[in-house]
Every structure is written in C-alpha cells, then in structure tokens.
C-alpha cells in the first residue's frame, strides 16, 4: 500500500467513528449492570446445570436423522456480524480466564421462542425450529442481560470515547495512526493488544479509559440469570453439543 493511500485508510478509521456512535445512539435503551458469576460445567456437573436451566438454538429445520447427533467445537475464529472490531477487541482483551471466547462460541438462548426470533426475519422463520442444546464434556458458558449484543452499553461507551478523542487522533502523525488502527483490525490477538498497550502511549490511553467503562463481563452471569439475555458457550478439547427437538409453549 502506498504511503498516501495508507494516510487516507487511516483517516478513514477516525471519521467513520462519528457515524457508528450516531446509528448506536438511535438503539433501543439499555438495561443496567450486575455482578460477574460464571459456570464451568463439565460432564460431572452437568446434569445440575441442566436441572437450572435449558438453553435454545434455532438453525434451519433438521431431518429427523440429523437430530441429536454430536456436533464438535468451533476451531476457526468467527468475526462479529453486529459489534464494531474496536469493541470485539476490546471484549476479548478484558476476558477473564475461564470465560468462553465469543471468537469460538456457539450462541443460544434462554428460551425457545426467543432463539427462533433471533435467528431469523419473520417472513424466514417458518424454516427455523427451536432445539435444546446439550453439552457434553468441559465447557464454559455465560449469559449476557440483553438478547443481543449488539445491545450492550458497551458499544455506545466505547464509540463515545472514540469520538471524543477524534481531534486528537486526526492530529496525530501517520505513523501513530497506523499503530493505533490496529485496535480497529479484525480479531486483534490479546498479545498484540497488549504490546499496543505495552509500547504505545496513544493505544494504552484510550484501552484504559475503555477498560474503565466497559463492564461486559462484570454484567455476564450463569446461563438462565437473565430471563431474554444472549447465552454463548465456547466447547473445551473433545466436548460436543447435540439439538433435541422442542416445541414451543
């Protein structure tokens, strides 16, 4: 890439910030923080996990014979359809050890009607049906209290911060920049933010004053905490999940 084309890229990031706070501002409101509780069940504990609470996933209606069969963990990185790479980076730097990775995670949610309005259109959800997930073998698992994501407070923070900090960083050099940008990079490692943070007195001021305004995972509790909010799973080594078939209520 050349220099000027690599200047125009960068700048690009900064004043794009201003449009996504404004589509965020126009959400839905947003519900309030709780304590951080977290599970790791394993094959030992999970019958009491599943006497507390079922989850739910809507895919495309299964053929009988695919119903039940084992379904193996995610070993390929998923970039976030509906959070913004900043935040997404952001989320995953923070995670605390024992958290599932939203990254490998399978999605679910606390009720079947729920999972199928997630995941489709109205005029698409006669090819959906509800299953109830069950794991087996080591996992962790956490509830969000919003149904989506895209719905944390979160998001509206962190764009809020970007924008207030936008004269600053249209100032800075093109190499700053470019060392900056890396915070808005799809899946951004945890090491690489952290060198950021480590050598970068931009990066590491604005992942503090993030840091201190997120509270995305104080928020995430047990599955079945919330009565609407967003289930994520991520499987550990051989563990599976299988769909059972559910009716509605």
Request: with cysteine; aromatic share 8%.
């Amino acid at each position: 890439m050349k220099r000027s084309d690599a200047q125009h890229a960068s700048g690009d990031v900064v004043r794009t910030i201003g449009h996504h706070f404004t589509e965020i501002c126009a959400g839905e409101c947003l519900q309030a923080s709780h304590a951080t509780q977290l599970v790791a069940a394993s094959a030992e504990d999970e019958s009491s996990l599943w006497s507390r609470q079922m989850f739910f996933r809507a895919v495309k209606t299964l053929a009988a014979s695919d119903c039940e069969l084992p379904i193996a963990a995610r070993h390929t990185t998923r970039l976030p359809a509906n959070v913004p790479y900043v935040v997404d980076n952001l989320w995953e730097y923070l995670r605390p050890t024992g958290m599932p990775c939203r990254r490998r995670a399978i999605y679910a949610s606390p009720s079947a009607a729920s999972a199928l309005s997630s995941a489709a259109t109205e005029d698409q959800r006669h090819l959906f049906s509800a299953y109830e997930v069950r794991i087996e073998g080591e996992h962790f698992a956490t509830q969000i209290p919003q149904r989506d994501a895209r719905e944390h407070p979160d998001i509206r923070r962190v764009l809020r911060l970007l924008q207030e900090r936008q004269p600053a960083w249209e100032s800075l050099s093109w190499e700053a920049r470019q060392r900056a940008s890396l915070l808005f990079s799809p899946a951004c490692a945890r090491d690489d933010v952290q060198k950021l943070v480590e050598e970068d007195e931009v990066a590491r001021s604005f992942i503090q004053e993030a840091t201190a305004l997120s509270t995305f995972w104080a928020d995430a509790a047990p599955p079945g905490h919330y009565p609407h909010g967003e289930v994520f799973f991520e499987l550990l080594g051989a563990a599976k999940y299988r769909l059972y078939p559910r009716s509605l209520p």
